[in-house]
């Protein structure tokens, strides 16, 4: 008889029994039936996907869920702004038709307070953010205007000059509500005063700002931006260290008159492998380029305090236009809103599949675990106890005893 046989399937009985029981127990332990890759190699390589699956939409879902109440609150505030609007033009078509001069005055104090709520709801923020500022979303996108606006930094003793160093990658904004454009001015390595001079004069020259806007030295050394309008404005804002901010000048302020500073960036989100939203409207294209909104109700409450009849018919018709061209603007925002709610339902039972997936692949019938694990025992037990009996015996306990 062979008995190193005998001792090695024994022994191997023995680590067959321990690893079973070893398993038996994981699984009770974790819930799962896969707790390494060598457990089940396919099933662990389809986990792998799965789960990258399931943190992408776990991404997703965050994106809407952040977005979703962002957005219904930048609506919220369009939609104010369309009230607002259907009130001026509501006034403006009593103060042309049968309204005597003194009542004009006390309308024209009321579309005021209209022009104020819309530029009040034109920077509505959400979570600190300005929702329509574009990408500068910091600041808020729209300011009253001034004609001169007067940088911190120069003065007499140590003035700026063109050949001052403007700082590489710093913006300078000027609002212009006369052509309710924006200028943007990103100064390169190498740029100088001089520099953005040249390009605010261009700006001029293209029209997006207002003829007789300048940009010089003033007396204390100063860059001095300033316009020649007197009834609309300028609203200037820059981060160059060489300029320091750039604040009205006192007594320039014009009534009424509001400029844009924010950018016409278009935010994006991803909510979908492949799928990527708008998720705001800049506002610039809203509020002030094309139908001019906050520009169309600055020219009623002129016309209003003037008491041209004509004048008052013709800025009514403006706000009317404009009032129709923010109701078309916000089409494409209210539709991403309804589809990231449907995205975010799809989501949701994206997410389930998923785990489900995921039970499916890994996961244990924890009833089946804890039977597996009482047979394990038991056979571990009974292993044990063979092993007991047998490796204790050597090889004289089997040679035959000596005959008397």
Do not use: C, W
Request: net charge negative; glycine share 8%; aromatic share 4%.
């Amino acid at each position: 008889m062979r008995i190193t046989n005998m001792l090695g399937d024994m022994q191997y009985a023995m680590q067959q029994s321990q690893q079973a029981l070893a398993t038996a127990e994981m699984q009770v332990a974790t819930g799962r039936k896969v707790n390494q890759l060598s457990d089940d190699p396919t099933a662990s390589a389809t986990m792998v996907i799965s789960l990258t699956d399931a943190a992408n939409v776990d991404q997703y879902t965050s994106n809407v869920g952040t977005l979703v109440p962002k957005m219904q609150t930048a609506d919220s505030a369009i939609s104010q702004i369309v009230t607002e609007l259907n009130t001026a033009i509501t006034l403006g078509t009593q103060g042309a038709n049968g309204t005597s001069s003194a009542q004009r005055p006390a309308i024209a104090s009321e579309v005021a307070g209209v022009l104020a709520t819309v530029v009040s709801q034109a920077n509505a923020s959400y979570s600190g953010e300005y929702l329509f500022a574009g990408s500068a979303t910091d600041t808020p996108p729209f300011v009253a205007a001034s004609t001169t606006y007067t940088s911190a930094n120069g003065s007499a003793s140590s003035s700026l000059s063109a050949s001052t160093a403007l700082t590489a990658g710093s913006i300078t904004t000027i609002g212009d509500a006369s052509t309710g454009e924006t200028f943007h001015f990103q100064a390169a390595a190498g740029d100088t005063v001089g520099t953005l001079q040249t390009a605010i004069a261009n700006a001029v020259s293209a029209g997006t700002l207002s003829a007789g806007t300048t940009a010089t030295i003033n007396a204390s050394g100063q860059l001095s931006i300033s316009t020649n309008s007197s009834t609309e404005g300028i609203a200037v804002s820059t981060n160059d260290a060489a300029l320091g901010s750039m604040s009205a000048t006192p007594d320039t302020e014009v009534a009424n008159a509001y400029a844009y500073v924010g950018n016409s960036t278009v935010n994006t989100a991803q909510i979908a492998n492949q799928l990527s939203v708008a998720t705001n409207v800049p506002g610039d294209s809203l509020f002030t380029t094309g139908s001019n909104v906050i520009g169309s109700l600055s020219s009623l409450v002129s016309a209003l305090q003037s008491g041209n009849i004509t004048q008052i018919g013709d800025a009514t018709s403006a706000v009317s236009t404009a009032l129709n061209s923010v109701n078309e603007k916000r089409v494409p925002l209210d539709n991403t809103i309804s589809e990231m709610n449907s995205e975010q339902s799809f989501l949701g039972q994206e997410t389930v599949t998923l785990s489900t997936q995921q039970t499916g692949l890994v996961g244990v019938d924890m009833a089946t675990a804890a039977t597996n694990l009482a047979q394990a025992q038991t056979q571990n037990q009974a292993v044990l106890a063979v092993a007991a009996k047998v490796l204790p015996q050597s090889l004289l306990n089997y040679l035959s005893q000596p005959s008397a």
